[in-house]
């Protein structure tokens, strides 16, 4: 084997361990909140990921309807002279996609 190759390998193997070595990261310190406990044993609601403090309103309580779901649903065209896409102004799905330049594969749109 050649010198360079191994000397390459000996150099990018020690990239990748000295930081490693050198740089360790900091001790944990023990969670004032749960008195020095790592796990509680609870699960955590959707706000508590976020604030780390339980939820004011209790999930089960509160409006049956989403307001998302008293919008009315709206399609955003996104277009060039070689696409058009179409989205929902709800949850962003996709409603629509052409190609614009290139011809339909379809039986009843190619005039067959």
């Not at 000397?7 to 900091?26: D, I």
């Not at 309580?61 to 896409?85: A, F, K, M, N």
């Amino acid at each position: 084997m050649d010198r360079r190759v191994v000397l390459a390998v000996v150099l990018m193997m020690a990239v990748l361990l000295v930081p490693a070595l050198l740089f360790k990261p900091a001790p944990r310190q023990p969670d004032s909140r749960t008195g020095g406990r790592a796990d509680t044993g609870r699960t955590l609601g959707p706000l508590d990921t976020l604030t780390g403090r339980a939820p004011a309103v209790p999930p089960s309580v509160g409006p049956s309807v989403r307001p998302s779901d008293q919008l009315r649903e709206d399609t955003i065209v996104v277009s060039s002279p070689l696409y058009r896409y179409g989205f929902s102004t709800r949850g962003g799905r996709m409603v629509e996609a052409t190609l614009l330049d290139y011809p339909s594969m379809r039986p009843e749109e190619r005039g067959l």
